[in-house]
């Protein structure tokens, strides 16, 4: 079975790839869908023009003809210039196929290591053939000097001296010379006369003969000393010393002979062989573990990089510049220590002076939250934001942990300026609030239109008169005391959609506001008067809507709760849902600052004491995963405000949530007189 082209088994998915960017459309009939080898070979062939022998078609007519192409202007011209130049980069990838990132990372460093092996293996092969060189001539140098100087010898070379007759092989000096080469490990060993003549031989055919090579002249002379040289043997490597006697004439050594050891160069280069092999299985195996370590290597790589290839890489480096330079949120990525490592263009716009990489956060932007959170030491909510100050700016900053699996590897903080997604939030908050209230009273309008419809086909006139003085009395119109007394729109706005959501829900909702500002000193109480808000700093009157809006709907959710559950468990009927709303403002002691204090209370279930003690975290709930955020951000807001509240509940006794706020003197008059006014429809309405 022929493998399918290798070009198609490294880069079909770039492919794919540039001719989806160049408008090119591959046929579902010749797409890799196949699951044989041969048949996915067949249809490369067929439908890309590939040889059987592998080799890529330089026409591109048969690739055209399989492709549905578009061209920008819908021109038949601009269709096939699209589709040539889609067509020139496919046959450029598929005559020129780029290995993988592992591939060629296992490549570089098995090459590196081989490299490396050879390299040191030629370096230790020249050092040890100079070694061995030396090693060998020192030994046969000691045995040289040692055996000249062997009583024997001289008493041999004496006795050759004055005797005429031909050495003999048979000799005591060449029996103990033979047996002396054998146990130390040399080729030959020659003990010779001042005329050259040998008294030893390893052959003894050659003993005596006349000593080849003619290096042996400064032995003769009196020298000891080493040389190469070809003699009987071959080329070998020799050692020479004289064989001296004292001279009893001027006092200096007489020389009868010599001594001549060697070893063939034939014989030290199958040393050096065995050696050789010896370092070189070595560097095999050091070749085997680096070329698996390149390997290993490889596949860290990989893994680190998460299997991307480095176009792949290219791609995703270019899309991440791209998306940080188009985002209008400051983006802020710090490590698991807290230090900052990435800030984009935008982070730098919102932060004067602007933060530096490598600095830590807390250090430049304090009160975000995120060391805390990088400690484990708070958890963080969803989508809540916090308000920071930062070279006189304010700004919204959300925080999220990065983890890949287990492990945390930072965080990221997202930069928005305060007054604009105040505004934005303002816009957004009146149109939820007015589409609560168009709810609420559709869903109302439409109960009374039942019940008015009834009353006419029963012919119930008198009936029909009383409902309709009550819906007129009970009607809560726009110049309810809250649009009235309220001046500001956010905030009444928020407490007639809460009237309309409390009436649907049939719960009494009573707002209560009460002015006790004291004018030089002395408290004032004006009876004529009725007491109202005034409009409010934008972010204050933001933040209160925040603050009502989450304390009322945690008081309404409580008492549904309550309802539902006594249904359950008693016939009796529960007594009557009742939420309670005070505003008031009150003197106090910081100049051109007044106090604020707010309380909601509620008839309603109350919470456990367990509950109780954690119900500031965000999170914490009775009532299910996702919930429990409300008193989270009221804290929030509290506590960046510089104000104080408190939490008061019992178990079947209701809840009291009291807060104080900080806010400016109001520019209009706030006077005394408490002035209730309370949603009582007709709950069967």
């Known amino acids: 079975m022929r493998a399918p082209h290798p070009a198609w088994t490294c880069r079909r998915t770039y492919c794919y790839a540039v001719m989806r960017r160049r408008g090119i459309t591959i046929r579902k009939d010749i797409r890799l869908s196949c699951h044989s080898a041969r048949e996915t070979e067949t249809r490369h062939r067929r439908a890309y023009g590939v040889r059987p022998e592998g080799q890529v078609l330089r026409t591109k007519k048969s690739l055209l003809k399989l492709m549905k192409v578009r061209g920008d202007d819908g021109s038949r011209r601009g269709e096939i210039d699209h589709a040539t130049k889609g067509a020139n980069e496919l046959l450029d990838v598929l005559r020129h196929p780029q290995p993988s990132l592992s591939t060629l990372t296992s490549l570089l460093a098995a090459s590196m290591v081989i490299v490396s092996l050879v390299v040191a293996a030629w370096l230790f092969s020249a050092q040890l053939e100079r070694t061995q060189h030396d090693i060998q001539g020192q030994r046969i140098a000691a045995l040289t000097q040692h055996i000249a100087r062997l009583p024997e010898v001289r008493a041999a070379l004496m006795a050759s001296d004055s005797s005429t007759a031909r050495p003999s092989a048979a000799s005591p000096l060449a029996n103990n010379i033979e047996r002396l080469r054998r146990e130390n490990g040399v080729d030959f060993i020659v003990v010779m006369r001042p005329d050259g003549l040998r008294l030893s031989h390893p052959d003894p055919a050659r003993i005596g003969q006349s000593f080849q090579g003619g290096d042996e002249r400064q032995a003769l002379a009196g020298a000891t ?23 009893i004439a001027d006092g200096k050594p007489a020389v009868i002979g010599a001594v001549a050891i060697g070893i063939t160069l034939e014989s030290l280069g199958r040393r050096l062989a065995s050696e050789k092999r010896q370092l070189l299985l070595g560097l095999g195996v050091l070749m085997l573990f680096g070329t698996l370590g390149a390997l290993g290597l490889a596949r860290y790589l990989r893994r680190q990089l998460k299997g991307l290839e480095p176009v792949a890489i290219a791609r995703l480096v270019e899309e991440h510049q791209a998306v940080l330079a188009s985002l209008e949120e400051g983006i802020i990525v710090v490590d698991p220590t807290g230090r900052i490592t990435l800030i984009n263009a935008a982070a730098h716009g919102l ?34 934001a916090r308000r920071v100050s ?21 965080g990221v903080l997202v930069l928005r300026e305060h007054d604009r997604m105040q505004r934005l939030a303002e ?42 003085a009550v819906l007129v009395e009970h009607e809560l119109p726009a110049d309810t005391p809250a649009a009235e007394q309220i001046a500001d729109p956010l905030l009444a706005g928020l407490l007639i959609g809460k009237h309309s959501e409390a009436r649907e829900r049939s719960i009494i909702l009573t707002v209560e506001l009460e002015s006790a500002l004291e004018t030089e000193g002395e408290r004032t109480h004006e009876t004529n008067a009725t007491p109202h808000l005034p409009v409010l700093e934008s972010s204050l009157s933001h933040d209160l809507v925040s603050v009502i809006g989450n304390l009322l709907d945690n008081a309404f959710e409580a008492l549904e709760s309550e309802r539902g559950g006594a249904c359950k468990d008693t016939q009796e009927a529960p007594s009557s849902p009742r939420v309670t709303l005070s505003l008031m403002l009150e003197s106090s002691t910081a100049p051109a600052e007044v106090q604020l204090l707010i309380s909601v209370a509620d008839n309603g279930p109350g919470m456990p004491p367990a509950l109780l003690e954690r119900a500031r975290e965000a999170g914490v709930s009775s009532r299910g995963e996702g919930r429990g955020l409300g008193l989270a951000l009221v804290h929030d807001i509290v506590t960046t405000r510089g104000g104080e509240w408190h939490l008061y509940s019992l178990p079947g006794g209701g809840t009291l949530v009291e807060l104080a706020l900080p806010c400016p003197q109001p520019s209009c008059p706030l006077l005394s007189e408490s002035q209730r006014f309370s949603d009582q429809s007709d709950l069967g309405a």
Do not use: I, K, W
């Open 225 to 247: 000393y080493l040389s190469e040289s070809r003699g009987s043997l071959g080329e070998s490597l020799r050692s020479f010393a004289p064989v001296t006697l004292p001279s």
């Open 351 to 384: 932060l004067v002076p602007p933060l530096a990489l490598g600095e830590m956060l807390d250090d430049g932007l304090p009160g975000t939250g995120m060391t805390e959170q990088l400690a484990g030491q708070s958890v963080a909510v969803p989508d809540a």
């Open 390 to 410: 930062h070279g006189g700016q304010r700004l919204l900053v959300r925080c999220q942990l990065v983890r890949d699996g287990e492990q945390l590897m930072g």
């Open 427 to 468: 816009e957004l908050t009146g149109v939820r609030r007015q589409a609560e209230a168009l709810r609420a009273s559709r869903h109302e309008f439409r109960n009374r239109l039942h019940v008015l419809s009834g009353l006419t086909y029963m012919g119930d006139l008198v009936g029909l008169r009383e409902y309709l």
